[in-house]
Nanobody, 123 residues
Framework: QVQLVESGGGSVQAGGSLRLSCAASGRTFITFTMAVGWFRQAPGKEREFVASITVGGRSNYADSAKGRFTISRDNAKNTVYLQISSLTAEDTATYYC???????????????WGQGTQVTVSS
């Protein structure tokens, strides 16, 4: 059974940085021949696209994520990373990773989801 497990979340002060990880277990060959996306859901808000990366390393970012978020992947480690810098209180959310055939913002295109990791930014 394939699983995606997020880690790296926590509590951080505004202006700080975090690196989130999304690790695949199980039939990782299948999982990592697919694109991986990061999404986040803030309290009281809908889940939104943050960034995605294809197998070949092509990245795509939401407009709100450009400049402070960097997505990368290490296929040898079956892991995708999301580096976030200059954190603000507006970044407080549960962050999810998901895999799908296409690295697009449409959440319905992703078939496997992790359980999420909480990021809390205090000002």
């Amino acid at each position: 059974q394939v699983q995606l497990v997020e880690s790296g979340g926590g509590s951080v002060q505004a202006g700080g940085s975090l690196r989130l990880s999304c690790a695949a277990s199980g039939r990782t060959f299948i999982t990592f021949t697919m694109a991986v996306g990061w999404f986040r859901q803030a309290p009281g808000k809908e889940r939104e696209f943050v960034a995605s990366i294809t197998v070949g390393g092509r990245s795509n970012y939401a407009d709100s994520a450009k400049g402070r978020f960097t997505i990368s992947r290490d296929n040898a480690k079956n892991t995708v990373y999301l580096q976030i810098s200059s954190l603000t209180a507006e970044d407080t959310a549960t962050y999810y990773c998901a895999s799908g055939r296409l690295g697009v913002p449409d959440q319905s295109r992703y078939t496997l989801w992790g359980q999420g990791t909480q990021v809390t930014v205090s000002s």
